[in-house]
T-cell receptor
Framework: NAGVMQNPRHLVRRRGQEARLRCSPM?????VYWYRQLPEEGLKFMVY????????ESGMPKERFSAEFPKEGPSILRIQQVVRGDSAAYFC??????????????FGPGTRLTVL | DQQVKQNSPSLSVQEGRISILNCDYT??????FLWYKKYPAEGPTFLIS?????DKNEDGRFTVFLNKSAKHLSLHIVPSQPGDSAVYFC????????????FGQGTTLQVKP
């Protein structure tokens, strides 16, 4: 059973370009979480999605960032018009049901975004 | 505001000795805590957890202690091994029951042979 997969592992963009980060959850998992880790900081929650629904986007910046988890295919985190401050590691996690007291989240290896 | 804090950015211990990593939290509504371990260029992996109804949870070489009155938890690793060298994150489930994890800043543990 493959783990959470993220691609690309490394992404370089110039300021103003778009970045698309993909996350394929573990088989059978329908809950996806995105986190961002800025340099020298811990992971910060961005958004929680179930298939075709955004459940909690309280950690998403108000502009330029969007996320989706379609019925078929991976979850996508999209960053439009990237700026240098978007440079970070972006981690995706999945769980088979709502993560809570007894359900751990399984993390992918992350996508390291560098904005030039 | 940093609701989960790890005030020690790094810790160095000798192989075979005990490693103690500390974590403080500010939100008294947190009722479940987790420790994750992270190697460079990898995602965090779950290590051990504790519910607020307990004050201790043990799993092999790893023990987590929770002091609710002090809003403090700690991870003990004994004996420490060089393979334990990694970044350790303390985390708590946020409010709203959406599974949102709130992480501390992390502590880099180095275990010297």
């Amino acid at each position: 059973n493959a783990g959470v997969m993220q691609n690309p592992r490394h992404l370089v963009r110039r300021r103003g370009q778009e970045a698309r980060l993909r996350c394929s959850p573990m088989k059978g998992h329908s809950h996806v979480y995105w986190y961002r880790q800025l340099p020298e900081e811990g992971l910060k929650f961005m958004v929680y999605l179930q298939k075709e629904n955004i459940i909690d986007e309280s950690g998403m910046p108000k502009e330029r960032f969007s996320a989706e988890f379609p019925k078929e295919g991976p979850s996508i985190l999209r960053i439009q018009q990237v700026v240098r401050g978007d440079s970070a590691a972006y981690f995706c996690a999945s769980s088979p049901r709502l993560a809570g007291k007894h359900n751990e989240q399984f993390f992918g290896p992350g996508t390291r975004l560098t904005v030039l | 505001d940093q609701q989960v804090k790890q005030n020690s950015p790094s810790l160095s211990v000798q192989e075979g000795r005990i490693s103690i990593l500390n974590c403080d939290y500010t939100n008294s509504m947190f009722d479940y805590f987790l420790w994750y371990k992270k190697y460079p260029a990898e995602g965090p992996t779950f290590l051990i957890s504790i519910s607020s109804i307990k004050d201790k949870n043990e799993d092999g070489r790893f023990t987590v202690f929770l002091n609710k009155s002090a809003k403090h938890l700690s991870l003990h690793i004994v004996p420490s091994q060089p393979g334990d060298s990694a970044v350790y994150f303390c985390a708590a489930y946020g409010s709203g029951n959406t599974g949102k994890l709130i992480f501390g800043q992390g502590t880099t543990l180095q275990v010297k042979p």
